[in-house]
């Protein structure tokens, strides 16, 4: 068996990865596309899209983007092809960078409000328990430091979050579908579970045009985030993908990114984008079945070459790693399977052991700046690590990680990496300066 490297997303290939992620950045260009007759989508102007369906005496806006200001600005892009009034706005789901604008296209018009009944109920997506001021937005990283946010451009670092242009929605619906008519236009709404339990993709038939939501994004998809959100419902996401696949689209707009604009593409990226979930899916759970451990799941299972190579599947958003990591505990727990990791030593035990072991901690951060020197940026933190453990203010130690997280930041091709990596490191840095000002930093 072959030891996979131990960095994800390219960074084997020195700066590769980080190229492939300026390049992704074309993705977000702001414009306005017209899909077919009377289907327009303002990409780019917000974090995500905004559809505009013109309808009889009036249009119907899905999706809202993510604050008044960008929704402004997409009033504008549209400019003659919105007539009000707006008849309706339908929310493909709660994330607030699809519903953060919706005041600004309801204006006085008094729309109904379309979502999935789950909507209101949806836990925070922004996610829970990002340590050292780890970031997977980059929301406070320098300009220098930021190149986009893997399904948007950037998200909440000019205008900060808010709820203020959210409505509540006023008609939901429980359950698989519901078909509606506005403006007289025939459009079904399809729960289509997968980024978020709310998902609903938006079916026009008679234009064979899906608006799919975040189920399918021009990115390997984001099952089990960093930012500290559970594993998303992978088996219903595959399934949901079934669902559209046998619409057969001729057009799919995403929540993010371009759009799709004729059948056999649409067809070859919902297949991809199925296959690939599936397999990770398939092959974590018989790796569980099998008794095998995260550890050796994520060293064993990687997707076949035509699916690697997908433009739908590149990791800019989520990784095949961290999925199998996520579909794991979600099906198996938390426990590896092996007994000693039932009470395993404290860490700061750990750690003391091992630096004794090492020679000390001295010798420790010899070999922790050696690897560093080394290009073995992994070991380098995980070395630092150890030290910080039994002395949280050890100089020497956070600059090295610092040192260590910057250099994996910089070789990554997946977005919230990156931007995970840095905040910390720019934390770490003000936390050593902050030190050699002769202010103590708390242990
Ligand atoms: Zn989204």
């Not at 109920?121 to 996610?127: H, K």
């Not at 780890?134 to 950037?154: C, V």
């Not at 990115?219 to 949901?240: C, E, K, M, Y």
């Not at 990591?325 to 860490?347: K, S």
């Amino acid at each position: 068996m072959t030891i996979k490297p131990t960095l994800q997303a390219g960074s084997q290939d020195g700066f590769i990865g980080r190229e492939k992620l300026i390049a992704h950045s074309e993705e977000f260009r702001p414009r306005v596309v017209q899909v077919t007759n009377g289907v327009y989508v303002a990409i780019g102007y917000s974090a995500s899209n905004v559809t505009l369906i013109a309808g009889r005496g009036g249009s119907i806006i899905v999706d809202t983007a993510a604050n008044p200001v960008d929704a402004k600005a997409i009033v504008e892009a549209f400019g003659s092809h919105l007539v009000r009034p707006v008849k309706a706005i339908i929310y493909t789901h709660n994330h607030p960078d699809h519903t953060g604008g919706a005041t600004v296209f309801a204006g006085d018009d008094s729309p109904g409000i379309y979502s999935h009944a789950l909507l209101q109920s949806a836990t925070p997506s922004m996610g829970r328990g990002q340590r050292d001021g780890g970031d997977a937005f980059g929301m406070h990283l320098p300009a220098e430091d930021f190149i986009n946010a893997g399904t948007q451009l950037e998200y909440g670092r000019t205008t900060p979050h808010t709820r203020q242009g959210f409505l509540p929605p006023t008609n939901t619906f429980d359950g698989d579908e519901k078909p509606i008519t506005i403006a007289g236009i025939a459009l079904h709404l399809i729960s289509t579970p997968g980024e978020a339990d709310d998902n609903i993709s938006v079916w026009l038939p008679e234009q064979k045009l899906l608006i799919a939501g975040d189920v399918l994004l021009k990115t390997f998809p984001n099952i089990a985030p960093l930012r500290g959100l559970p594993t998303r419902p992978v088996d219903q996401w595959i399934t949901s993908l079934d669902k559209l696949l046998l619409l057969e689209p001729d057009f799919i707009v995403p929540g993010h990114m371009g759009v799709i604009e004729n059948a056999a593409e649409a067809r070859n990226a919902l297949t991809a984008y199925r296959d690939a979930i599936k397999f990770v899916y398939e092959k974590t759970m018989e790796g569980i079945a099998r008794g095998m451990t995260p550890e050796e799941l994520v060293q064993q299972i990687n997707l076949p070459e035509e699916l690697a190579q997908h433009p739908y599947l590149q990791e800019f958003y989520g990784t095949v790693a961290w999925s199998i990591r996520g579909i794991y505990c979600q099906n198996a727990g938390w426990f590896d399977g092996n007994p000693t990791n039932i009470w395993p030593l404290p860490a700061k035990e750990r750690a003391e052991k091992l630096v004794a072991l090492s020679g000390g901690s001295a010798k420790m951060l010899e070999n922790a700046e050696a690897a560093l020197a080394g290009g073995e940026f992994q070991w380098a933190a995980e070395q630092a690590d150890y030290l910080l453990d039994l002395e949280p203010g050890n100089r020497a130690a956070i600059t090295v990680k610092m040192k260590a997280l910057r250099e994996l930041g910089e070789r990554q091709m997946n977005a919230t990496a990156r931007n995970y990596y840095l905040s910390v490191a720019n934390t770490l840095k003000a936390r050593s300066l902050q030190d050699s000002d002769g202010l103590r930093h708390p242990a």
